[in-house]
């Protein structure tokens, strides 16, 4: 999608495109109010400004919108504990999102079944410890890195845990962004 044709979409069709970047329905209101961009480095400081913006709620659906490291599909609503309202988002960018994050994870598709089973249950360690899934910009990371990742922070407090991973989320968004103005198989490109 070309930065004109983000800008000519209705407000409902550019928030559903800027979704595919970041589940938080927030952020992408904000964004979409905060058109028309004049460049691709507007919009990625734009999306920065609006991230650091919200608050925790908005921080946990964003969250809730990623599959765990490791699985394939969509976030879900209700997976993710304090984001009630999440999953919504994820699923509001259609299958690009889902694509997307099975991309950012393709360090994974070579993991030895052995460190896929300690994903998975450092994941639900994960959750079960902050009460939201673990965030990591998995682009570029194999698998061990992110088992690796994954087992130092936690033990992390919760304060600290947080800012990371909406820290990690931010990284995540702005990636999406710069992939959405690249992405030549949607509607005005």
Known sequence: MTLDALNALDAP???????RCCGSTRWADRM?????????DAILETGDRVWRSLDRAD???????HPRI??????????AGEAG?????GRAGGAAYGDWSAGEQAGVATATSTIRQRLAAANREYEARFGYIFI?????KSADEMLATLEQRL????????RIAAEEQRKITQLRLSRLLNDRSRSGA
């Open 59 to 65: 921080w946990l659906e964003a969250f809730a919108a």
């Open 70 to 79: 490791g699985d394939s599909g969509a976030g879900e609503a209700g997976r």
């Open 13 to 19: 069709a550019a928030a559903r495109e800027l979704r």
């Open 32 to 40: 979409t109010a905060a058109r028309p961009f004049d460049s691709a």
């Open 155 to 162: 033990k992390n407090g919760p304060d600290a845990e947080l």
């Open 136 to 140: 990591v910009c998995a682009t570029g």
């Open 85 to 89: 309202r999440a999953g919504e988002a």
